[in-house]
């Protein structure tokens, strides 16, 4: 991979140095970043973004947003576990930000993580992946289910696939419906809760009805 760095220390020297690009970015008057001394004292994002933490997917860059304008989570397979609800929840009601997305994308490793655990039973995941896989497994299992009970061929690719969008629309039911706050919020219009999918190949983001 180009510019990858060759040690931990080169990969760190690496932030820093961008940071200070960063840094010196916004002394420009020109600058097209949101002035970074106005936000120091507050925000308020419009959006909330959950997002998966695969490197291909940063949210700002994929909507085209400036600093303070998104509330972004992120998490390996963009799953739903307290401490996103939380945070949800938090942004909510501290920001008043009435749109919640959650973006999957296409060829998760985290989503094929959990369809090869479930065509190979025997393969080995650490309790920690595990914890991420289990939350995923229930979509992956029922699409696995529906071709196995039809007597089709498992296809792993098109089960990734499917399952990428399975497992979106399970994490929004489940921020839909795991917390009163956001289940009122919803009920009342102040609260969007919609599920999303990246196309890594061609940069566009699909929005589910």
Avoid: W
Avoid at 9 to 23: I, M, T
Avoid at 64 to 93: H, Y
Avoid at 174 to 190: P, W
């Amino acid at each position: 991979m180009p510019n990858r760095p060759d040690s931990p220390q080169a990969a760190l020297q690496l932030l820093k140095d961008g940071n200070a690009r960063f840094v010196e970015s916004l002394k420009d008057p020109n600058a097209v970043l949101l002035a970074s001394n106005a936000l120091t004292q507050e925000h308020a994002p419009f959006a909330i973004i959950l997002g998966c933490s695969d490197a291909r997917v940063p949210a700002e860059l994929v909507f085209d947003q400036g600093l303070g304008d998104l509330f972004v989570i992120r998490v390996a397979g963009n799953i739903v576990a307290p401490s996103q609800i939380g945070s949800v929840e938090f942004a909510a009601e501290k920001f008043g930000t009435s749109l919640v997305v959650v973006l999957g994308h296409s060829h998760c490793g985290a989503v094929t993580a959990c369809v090869e655990s479930v065509m190979n039973p025997d393969q080995y995941v650490t309790p920690n992946l595990r914890s991420i896989v289990d939350r995923i497994r229930p979509s992956v299992y029922n699409l696995h289910e529906i071709y196995t009970a039809s007597g089709q061929t498992v296809n792993e690719d098109e089960l990734i696939a499917r399952g990428v969008k399975a497992n979106v629309r399970m994490s929004v039911s489940q921020l839909k419906h795991g917390s009163r706050i956001l289940e009122d919020a919803v009920e009342s219009g102040k609260l969007l809760i919609v599920g999303a999918n990246y196309d890594l190949e061609t940069g566009q983001v699909h929005f589910f009805e």
